[in-house]
């Protein structure tokens, strides 16, 4: 199964049945470790919505929703670089943040945030994402939860984009070579 956005063609990757599993499986361990506290998540937009989304409604303890902006990829490459669009308005001293990232490859864009919540002077941050590339990450912060461990390849779908679309697509895709 192939999807065609902008000038590129994508494969069929990753099905939904298996993202749903690994998002259940993120929530059941989250839960385990802090269904005594109510941690803050503090979701990725654009690409962690669907993750996010279907996150919290597999986390069956209390908890706090925020929502941060940020990005670092033109077209298909990331940048190095990453902007801060919508910052982080509610008070988190003191509190459990855990990051809903869609996906971490090089860090960067990790680094950025975890900088601006030092700041804050949060509890306890941890990291939580769906997809992780390993041959890519250049950072030595922890990834704490991790759905789905992927090669170096661009992906689509669940969220994530080429250019703003294929976010919808319930499957995930990866450029087709």
């Not at 390849?153 to 679309?165: A, E, P, Q, R, S």
């Amino acid at each position: 199964m192939t999807t065609h956005l902008h000038d590129k063609i994508f494969e069929s990757f990753i099905d939904e049945k298996t993202i749903n599993t690994a998002v259940k499986n993120l929530a059941t361990q989250i839960y385990n470790d802090y269904h005594e506290k109510e941690p803050v998540f503090l979701s990725i937009l654009n690409g962690s919505f669907m993750f996010t989304s279907d996150l919290l409604k597999n986390y069956h303890g209390l908890c706090l929703i925020s929502f941060i902006k940020l990005h670092s990829y033109i077209n298909d490459k990331s940048t190095g670089n990453v902007n801060s669009l919508i910052g982080l308005n509610e008070n988190i001293e003191g509190k459990t943040v855990i990051i809903l990232e869609d996906i971490i490859d090089t860090g960067n864009t990790l680094a950025k945030i975890i900088a601006q919540l030092k700041n804050k002077k949060t509890n306890e941050i941890k990291v939580c994402s769906l997809f992780f590339k390993p041959d890519a990450y250049k950072k030595s912060i922890p990834i704490d939860y991790i759905g789905i461990k992927i090669p170096n390849k661009f992906i689509v779908g669940y969220g994530l984009d080429y250019n703003g679309l294929g976010r919808n697509l319930s499957h995930v895709y990866k450029l087709k070579t």
